[in-house]
């Protein structure tokens, strides 16, 4: 029961995936009279989702850091960009902690948002937001990595402006996107730099480089600071903090799924 298959762990956040994925081009255009089915939708997907968490997290417990085969995305001129995932201890514990935060939080917000006329789009946002922050923590390159970074804050920009009829929304929403984009700056500027530094994007290779010596201290250090101004971004820190009272301008369930789970 401990050995977990590679697509399971796939299965994690391309179920969220699959949610946003049905939502937005069947129920919404073709059903939008059951906007319910949105909601149960949603909740079915990250309920399976965090079962398959419960799994990943027994099985890091028993046999240790999980190593699967990476699969090629791109190529661009000499260099290939792989896709995959990666779970170690931290890894496994995250997706159980954003699984069951987010499984509450679309529980509850059922009752909040019924009889809002936004509600399928709601749904589909939140399939997509949790999808994303699983997507990141399961990344096991910095490519896919940035990748899911930036659709988390996509996701956070549509969801803080999904009143967007109102100018106060509209305005935060605004303010957090481009508030967020400045630390990430740095964080792009981190993974440029270790490429052309380590000639690798893959972060198991990354640490080994690191362990073993292979990479200078000074080129660790700023990688460190890029990443870190990043997260400082994201966790809304001095002096990046200004978008955070503003975030309030969205539902409810938003604010407190940002709050548990993205800037956690």
């Not at 419960?54 to 699969?71: C, D, M, Q």
């Amino acid at each position: 029961m401990s050995d977990i298959p590679e697509v399971a762990v796939w299965l994690i956040f391309l179920l969220p995936i699959l949610s946003f994925v049905v939502i937005s081009f069947i129920i919404r255009p073709f059903f939008n009279n059951k906007a319910l089915y949105a909601g149960y939708l949603t909740i079915g997907c990250i309920a399976a989702s965090l079962a398959l968490a419960l799994w990943t997290l027994i099985s890091v417990n028993s046999n240790g850091e999980l190593l699967f085969e990476t699969h090629e995305w791109a190529v661009i001129g000499s260099t290939t960009i792989n896709m995959g995932v990666m779970v170690d201890s931290l890894t496994a514990v995250m997706v159980v902690v954003i699984t069951i935060c987010s499984l509450m939080v679309q529980i509850y917000s059922q009752g909040y948002m019924h009889g809002d006329s936004g509600y399928c789009r709601y749904y589909a946002f939140m399939s997509l937001f949790t999808a994303s922050m699983l997507g990141l923590v399961l990344a096991d390159n910095l490519v896919q990595l940035f990748v899911f970074w930036e659709l988390v804050g996509l996701c956070s920009y549509l969801l803080i402006g999904f009143w967007f009829h109102r100018p106060s929304a509209a305005a935060a929403a605004k303010k957090a996107f481009l508030v967020t984009r400045l630390g990430d700056f740095g964080f792009l500027a981190a993974v440029l730099y270790l490429y052309f530094r380590a000639d690798t994007l893959d972060i198991a290779e990354l640490h080994h480089l690191a362990i073993t010596g292979a990479l200078a201290g000074g080129v660790l250090t700023w990688a460190a600071i890029g990443i870190f101004s990043g997260a400082v971004g994201k966790s809304a820190q001095f002096p990046l903090h200004v978008w955070l009272p503003d975030a309030m301008e969205g539902p409810t369930p938003v604010s407190a799924l940002i709050h548990s789970s993205t800037m956690v």
